[in-house]
């Protein structure tokens, strides 16, 4: 018969594993993994300043998406290279890299000089052809006009470049609901004109990662507000609401894409291409989805394709303009295919901007 102390004793001991074992079950949002040979970069002691880098960056994109993000876990993996380095999003690797520790990366200015010397590389964030050059090297590639970075400014550009990029996966309901209470201390009446009734923390989580998903600011969560107080009574479809807050923030949208010259070069939807796709449009009581054919959704990819190469000319990144009816669907079309290929309808744009096409796409 087993001693009752002793029997409590083991209950108790078996607790504390199972404590133990749920907590390894807690997973970092942002990683940031590297060998042994960029310690360094992380360690004070040895003058590295990356966690500093961090926090400024963290603040950088606070001022610049709107989004809070979440602490970066810096940690050494001795089962990378010695060089390499890696970062995680919600456990899955997204990125990864190799630095040159006691060298920098010399980006050319568009003109080769083959005077200079170093190892064949290519910028990690961009994607652009580099060198890794000696110190020796290093002033003489400035003199030549090259962009010379160090170690630690690759990894920070590269950070940057990742949270831009995958902001809209980090923001979750639990992190909507911070932002909601903020706003809430600030403009009470507006907030509970929303939220719980007519929407949930959960549909206002699905407009606001629309817009990040696109590369667009949240930080105006008043207007983003009143705009879902308008029309939130009127439908709880998250992505015809994220339409409408897109087109509340024209003036942003605007300044986002116009130069100071106040013109817009684009590629525009021909009138039979959008009618095709609006009579494509399937409703249902979930939402809205495009239901064009594969045949004229290869076609007009293949279309879009040439002009994007076409673009290269013009040193801006491709924007398509079109109606407010078809934008979100064009949009989820080329998402996959051209991520950077921004979409834009004619009510996103402020009344000055005068607009270039320099290309339409028509049906097939």
Request: proline share 4%.
């Amino acid at each position: 018969m087993i001693d009752a102390g002793l029997e409590e004793q083991v209950e108790e001991e078996a607790f504390k594993s199972t404590e133990s074992v749920i907590d390894l079950l807690q997973m970092d949002v942002v990683e940031f993994e590297f060998g042994y040979a960029l310690v360094p970069l992380a360690d004070a002691n040895q003058g590295g300043d990356l966690l500093d880098r961090i926090v400024m960056i963290r603040r950088q994109l606070a001022i610049e998406m709107g989004l809070v993000l979440p602490v970066v876990r810096i940690r050494d993996n001795i089962q990378l290279e010695p060089n390499a380095y890696r970062f995680k999003i919600k456990g899955s690797e997204v990125a990864s890299g190799e630095l040159l520790f006691d060298h920098y990366l010399a980006m050319s200015p568009g003109v080769d000089d083959e005077t200079i010397q170093g190892v064949e590389t290519n910028e990690p964030a961009f994607g652009l052809p580099a060198l890794w050059i000696n110190e020796e090297t290093k002033e003489k590639a400035e003199l030549a006009g090259y962009t010379v970075v160090d170690p630690p400014s690759v990894v920070s550009t590269h950070l940057t470049e990742i949270l831009r990029k995958h902001g809209f996966e980090l923001l979750g309901r639990q992190e909507t609901k911070q932002l909601v209470d903020h706003l809430k201390e600030r403009y009470p009446t507006l907030v509970e004109e929303v939220t719980p009734d007519p929407l949930s923390i959960g549909d206002i989580q699905k407009v606001l990662v629309n817009l990040l998903r696109e590369n667009l600011s949240i930080r105006n969560l008043p207007m983003i507000f009143e705009t879902l107080a308008d029309y939130g009574q009127l439908t709880r479809d998250t992505d015809l609401l994220t339409e409408y807050v897109r087109q509340s923030l024209s003036r942003q949208i605007t300044q986002s894409f116009v130069k100071d010259n106040q013109v817009l070069r684009v590629i525009t939807l021909g009138p039979d291409l959008e009618k095709k796709m609006a009579e494509s449009i399937q409703k249902t009581e979930h939402g809205n989805y495009l239901a064009m054919g594969t045949d004229d959704t290869q076609a007009f990819l293949e279309k879009v394709a040439g002009h994007v190469e076409q673009w290269a000319a013009v040193e801006e990144d491709p924007v398509i303009l079109c109606s407010p009816a078809v934008r979100m669907y064009a949009r989820q079309l080329l998402e996959r295919y051209f991520p950077k290929v921004a979409v834009l309808s004619y009510n996103e744009l402020e009344a000055y901007v005068e607009v270039q096409s320099i290309g339409v796409v028509n049906a097939a």
